[in-house]
């Protein structure tokens, strides 16, 4: 059996989504070849669609001509939704917005009919804005977070996670990770050996995959409070100290309530939570830019405990620090 993918190609969005998706799918192809002979009928075929069947120019400029309109992909097995090229998170949402009123009924009608909706990157947002995801667990790129959070409120953002499939829809974490998620539909349409197969091609270690080890903290603050900007800068300051938090309220001249209700205004955590991803932060920073050993890091950023930062540190980055170091250190060994 051959499954059909459609690829919704718009202006502005990136061209590694509409290109590498498809050389994921030929792959599984071609390895379908290896198994059963030259002869074989593919697993997957392809076209690409636009809303109105004219050429789509991407986020490069180059021009992609396409095969049909959007309501030529009705009956597709797999509808591919590229992100789109931006500066801003603002940008996504009101791209998204805009594409919504034209294409909110067709892509709302396409999983009506069973088609698996595979969103990669900022794609997230297209299908967000639809509706789509409302208590359904989604993923997208970690830098748009707050966007996405603050516009679609009732979505479960599993931020961490790379590839996310839930109700029949996948959705991917930043540009790349398309690669990632054309692995986990082609395990849903074909089985876990030509998956894996794939994914060797690609080297790819599809295993607990995660965008964590990748997210830097959020240092968005509200300027205007400038008590939490005295406290975010005391802490980072005196990281290697036993840090009170009564005591920091009391020093800015702020009860404690009033202070954890700032905070969380501010910056969308509370302060014990903050001080927390502060201090993986700059264990990040020392792995990646130092030769310290783990214990004198563990020190410098305020744990006593070696056991306890080690299980910490890898609940947070979902890498242990020998693991994270290796991956992104820029020292020679």
């Given amino acids: 059996m051959t499954y059909t993918v459609a690829v919704f190609a718009y202006d502005g969005c990136f061209i590694s989504g509409i290109a590498g998706p498809l050389d994921v799918f030929n792959i599984a192809n071609t390895h379908n070849n290896v198994l059963k002979g030259r002869d074989a009928e593919p697993l997957f075929s392809w076209k690409l669609y636009s809303q109105d069947g004219k050429p789509v120019k991407t986020s490069t400029g180059l021009l992609i001509p396409v095969e049909g309109n959007m309501h030529d992909v009705h009956g597709s097995d797999i509808c591919v939704i590229p992100g789109v090229d931006h500066i801003y998170g603002s940008e996504v949402v009101e791209c998204a917005r805009k594409l919504n009123e034209s294409i909110g009924d067709w892509l709302r009608q396409l999983h009506q009919e069973n088609t698996t909706l595979a969103a990669n990157c900022s794609g997230a947002f297209i299908l967000a804005q639809a509706g789509l995801l409302d208590k359904k667990e989604a993923t997208t790129s970690w830098w748009l977070a707050h966007h996405f959070k603050n516009n679609y409120p009732l979505v479960k953002l599993k931020l961490n996670k790379l ?139 305020g744990y006593a405990d070696v056991s306890s930062f080690r299980r910490l540190f890898k609940r947070e980055v979902d890498l242990s620090p020998t693991e994270y170091r290796k991956h992104f250190s820029s020292m020679e060994y």
């Fill in 163 to 301: 590839v996310t499939e839930d109700d029949n829809i996948f959705c991917s974490g930043a540009v790349t990770s398309y690669l990632h998620q054309c692995i986990s539909v082609i395990e849903k349409f074909t089985g876990q050996e030509i998956a894996n197969m794939c994914a060797k091609t690609l080297l790819l270690h599809t295993r607990e995959a995660s965008q964590a080890p990748y997210i830097p903290l959020s240092t968005r603050v509200d300027k205007l409070d400038d008590v939490v900007h005295q406290a975010i800068v005391w802490m980072t300051d005196n990281l290697n100290q036993d840090i009170n938090l009564d005591q920091l309220a009391s020093h800015l001249a702020v009860s404690p309530r009033t202070f954890i209700r700032r905070f969380n205004s501010s910056t969308g955590k509370p302060p014990k939570q903050y001080l927390q991803k502060l201090r993986i932060n700059e264990a990040k920073r020392l792995l990646e830019n130092s030769d310290l050993s783990i214990d004198d890091i563990t020190n410098r950023v």
